[in-house]
């Protein structure tokens, strides 16, 4: 069976009256994710030089041995550091195709936030700002649908 692991901050520790797990932080990991918040939100820098200051501070992500535009983008996005649980974010839908069942999970834009049981690394505060200084910046997608390989005789229009 595949283990799932808590997300970056936390570790999983077992319900001592119910069944079930809930999420407990890990300090030496939660100080890296109050210093991701603190740069971007409170020093104003970017997600790039945010990593890039992570990996000169030698601070180790849990698996990779570098860090990742994309992890801490993830970081920055990811309710759980506030309190909060994400449900139907992305949902398994099942399709028959050919005779074979292939599951896929697209993103839900309509996903339920709820209360969790665990504590909050990031102030509510700080969360906001940080979500407001990404919204002013999105990410840039470039939308060209014009072969650009010179080897091919044709273009799509």
Same mark, same amino acid.
């Given at each position: ?7 970056? %901050?936390?570790?999983?520790?077992? =319900?001592? $009256?119910?069944? %079930?797990?809930?999420? #407990?932080? !890990? ?6 994710? #109050? ?9 104003? *820098? /970017? ?7 992570? !990996?000169?501070? *030698? ?8 860090? /990742?535009?994309? /992890? ?10 506030? %309190? ?14 050919? %005779? ?9 834009? &309509? ?11 990031? $102030?509510?505060?700080?969360? &906001? ?19 650009? &390989? ?6 799509? =229009?």
């Amino acid at each position: 069976m595949l283990e799932i692991f808590p997300h970056f %901050g936390y570790k999983k520790e077992k =319900l001592t $009256d119910k069944k %079930g797990y809930y999420l #407990k932080i !890990n300090e030496n990991e939660a100080f890296i994710v #109050k210093e991701i918040f603190r740069l971007y939100a409170l020093e104003s *820098n /970017s997600i790039c030089y945010v990593t890039r200051k992570l !990996n000169d501070m *030698n601070l180790k992500p849990r698996i990779a041995k570098k860090w /990742s535009i994309a /992890s801490v983008k993830d970081i920055l996005a990811n309710p759980t550091y506030i %309190g909060k649980v994400v449900w139907n974010r992305r949902k398994e839908i099942k399709k028959t195709k050919n %005779g074979r069942i292939i599951k896929s999970r697209p993103r839900n834009p &309509n996903y339920l936030i709820y209360d969790g049981l665990h504590e909050p690394i990031i $102030d509510i505060n700080t969360w &906001n700002i940080v979500q407001e200084k990404r919204k002013q910046n999105p990410p840039k997608v470039v939308h060209n649908d014009t072969i650009k &390989n010179p080897l091919t005789r044709y273009c799509l =229009l």
